[in-house]
């Protein structure tokens, strides 16, 4: 069977056209649940894309492994932090599978603008994994977008509940997506995490795109 959303992503890297810097909500958010200070130890990046949030990381001094369906984009991520000179791990995921099986395990994951590319069921299957590959006293950020993203607004909503993106111009046509009624709903679908910070962020430059976004701690650990 075909991936959709793999061949979407493989595209994308592929032309080049792609963000190079890390987000400015995540590291507000690493800063304010992490604090500042070299790191030692290891940090998940699932979806990892082109490494902007990978290199921001191994900056930090973690041990960074990306984890992505794309090939293409884990190419981009490898040749960026071997040109820093910085180790990392990677893993090619197989989006069809249940990703339990293709994780270990980690101090720290961050999954940035990417679980949201799943069939719901899906997403919440994989929400599951992220929980179980957490280290007690780990930290995990995710964002998700919310009804109110264009994708959400304008897309075509499918017998399961995900949604197929219908907005033209956005390099995205037809990828299939899971979208959170709300943060407490997407909070639901990381039981054991407590709630370190949970909100919103809008951007709208070229399109409205409403984010949700929540940090879990895992207890235990140092
Ligand atoms: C919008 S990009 C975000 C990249 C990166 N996290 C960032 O913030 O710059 C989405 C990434 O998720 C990856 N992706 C999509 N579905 C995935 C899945 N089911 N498992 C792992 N990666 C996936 C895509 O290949 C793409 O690299």
New binding site residues.
């Given amino acids: 069977m075909s991936n959709v959303?793999?061949d979407i992503?493989?595209a994308l890297?592929e032309s080049g056209n792609y963000?190079h810097y890390?987000?400015e909500v995540?590291v507000q958010l690493y800063f304010r649940s992490i604090g500042k200070g070299a790191k030692s130890g290891d940090f998940l990046?699932?979806?990892?894309?082109?490494g902007?949030?990978s290199e921001f990381l191994a900056r930090q001094g973690w041990l960074v492994t990306g984890?992505?369906?794309?090939v293409r984009?884990l190419q981009v991520q490898k040749q960026r932090l071997d040109a820093l000179g910085m180790s990392n791990a990677q893993i090619g995921?197989d989006?069809l599978a249940p990703?339990a099986g293709q994780l270990g395990h980690y101090g720290n994951i961050?999954c940035?603008?990417?679980?949201c590319?799943?069939r719901l069921p899906?997403a919440k299957e994989?929400a599951l994994a992220l929980v179980a590959a957490l280290e007690p006293g780990g930290h995990l950020f995710i964002n998700m977008p919310t009804p109110r993203h264009e994708f959400a607004t304008t897309g075509l909503e499918l017998e399961d509940g995900s949604v197929q993106n219908r907005r033209s111009g956005t390099r995205q046509e037809g990828a299939i997506m899971a979208i959170p009624r709300d943060v407490d709903d997407l909070i639901s679908w990381f039981p054991g995490l407590d709630a370190v910070q949970k909100g919103h962020f809008t951007f709208d430059f070229s399109g409205y795109k409403d984010f949700m976004f929540f940090v879990g701690r895992k207890p235990g650990g140092k």
């Avoid at 990046?45 to 082109?50: A, E, F, N, T, V």
């Fill in positions: 959303n793999a992503w493989n890297y963000l890390p987000s995540f990046d699932y979806g990892c894309g082109s902007n949030n984890a992505d369906i794309s984009a995921i989006g990703i961050i940035w603008d990417c679980l590319y799943n899906k994989d």
